[in-house]
């Protein structure tokens, strides 16, 4: 191959080459940052540009699909939720979004419940209801009784948290610690 100019230029820089492995030098005063001088020959001789051409392998459509559904057995299930450390800000957090949801739709089926009720002879009058609520077993009615407040106190609290956050205020990691200690309940 014939070197133009340019190259010819390049190739005589080659003697000028500093090694990548020195880029300082000392000097009386300290150290001097040395920049290595890049030839064509040096970028060229890298390995990375001498790659062997590719082997290529011929499947049949059948034999594709099973190495594919293969390979895809041992790829990482995402979010892989192994990685996270979970710390009381994201159980929290978590704890907020189920029971707005939770909340949210508890609050629609029961409207909606309420507008069929006519329609599919059901009584949910607020006297029915009551009665039915008294007929349950006392262990009942205390599980039924957390159930309802508990998500309600949390759901309050967090939303306090947030706007409390919504005003700048409360964002070191230590007010955060012991704010979201007083949140939740810890074995002693």
């Not at 309050?156 to 948290?161: A, T």
Request: positive net charge; proline residues 6%; charged residues 15%.
């Amino acid at each position: 191959m014939a070197l133009t100019t340019r190259h010819a230029g390049l190739a005589l820089g080659a003697k000028r080459l500093t090694p990548m492995t020195s880029l300082c030098t000392t000097t009386s005063i300290g150290w001097k940052p040395t920049l290595p001088t890049l030839t064509l020959d040096t970028i060229l001789t890298q390995p990375r540009f001498h790659s062997d051409k590719a082997k290529i392998q011929v499947f049949s459509a059948k034999e594709g699909q099973q190495l594919l559904a293969d390979r895809r057995l041992h790829r990482p299930v995402s979010p892989n939720l192994g990685i996270y450390k979970w710390n009381m800000g994201s159980i929290m957090s978590s704890m907020m979004r189920i029971t707005g949801v939770v909340y949210s739709s508890s609050f629609y089926l029961f409207g909606l419940a309420y507008l069929v009720s006519p329609y599919l002879a059901w009584d949910l009058s607020s006297a029915n209801i009551a009665a039915a609520f008294a007929s349950l077993p006392e262990a009942a009615k205390s599980i039924i009784k957390f159930a309802v407040a508990w998500p309600v106190i949390l759901h309050s609290f967090n939303g306090m948290r947030h706007l409390t956050w919504d005003r700048a205020k409360g964002f070191n990691n230590n007010f955060i610690r012991r704010r979201d200690g007083q949140q939740s309940v810890r074995p002693p």
